[in-house]
């Protein structure tokens, strides 16, 4: 544990061996570091296939049930370290955030758009920033959530996504009704057309934007805004 905390990789691969060695406490203890989960994939490998759903339920876990063949570990290991790369890159965005947030002019507008699609929120940010708001961009939910709990925010745009393992919209949506400074703030979904009756069901009486084309979530978020009032010039 020592060395993990001191050196920090991006992967780590667990081999268990019952009955000596479980892992449970391991996972558990770096589970209750901050960010640690944001930033470090496991893979586990153990004969005992009885564990995994035990280490199934931490999203950063991959199960490797022994014998199992070089090339599924290879394949697992590649995925792991592309994983870690986009977590360095979300946490990177996240920085670059917190940097522009405070260089922000008071007087515009704030608009913060959190989700994983990143061609829809590209097109969304392109949308606002054009509209005269200052935009901040989250991809990993447990930033967006830290940027609800310290950032005054006038329009929040949310990606409901299938998987909440992966982009819980709902924790979102539940951090945003816990701020005082938000309660009153439009906190509107955007998904893609097949999720809109799940999003409608998960998060109740919020605005909910489907798209399956970039025109459509422009005119869609174009006609929130203007409902909204969140931009009179609209």
Known sequence: MDKILKEKPDLLILDVMMPKMTGYQLVQKLADIPHCADHMSI?????????????????????????????????????????????????????DNLKKENSREETKKKALIAGKNEFAIKKAEELLGSLGMA???????????????????????????????????VKIYSAVQSAP??????????????????????????????????SDLKEGLLDVLRRKAVLESI
Request: charged share 25%; hydrophobic share 45%; net charge negative.
């Open 135 to 169: 935009v901040t961009v989250e991809m990993e939910d447990s930033y967006a959530i830290e940027a609800v709990a310290n950032s005054k925010f006038d329009f929040i745009l949310c990606q409901f996504w299938e998987d909440s393992s992966v982009f819980d919209a």
């Open 43 to 95: 893979i586990v490998m153990s004969a005992y296939h009885g564990m995994k759903n035990f280490f199934d339920s931490w999203k950063t876990v991959a199960f490797l049930p022994k014998p199992f063949e070089a090339e599924e570990l290879i394949f697992r290991v590649n995925q792991a370290l592309e994983d870690a790369s986009q977590k360095t890159d979300s946490a990177k965005l996240h920085s």
């Open 181 to 214: 400074h938000l309660k009153s703030v439009p906190f509107v979904l955007f998904c893609v057309s097949a999720l809109t009756i799940d999003a409608k069901q998960n998060i109740e009486k919020v605005p909910i934007i489907p798209y399956m084309e970039s």
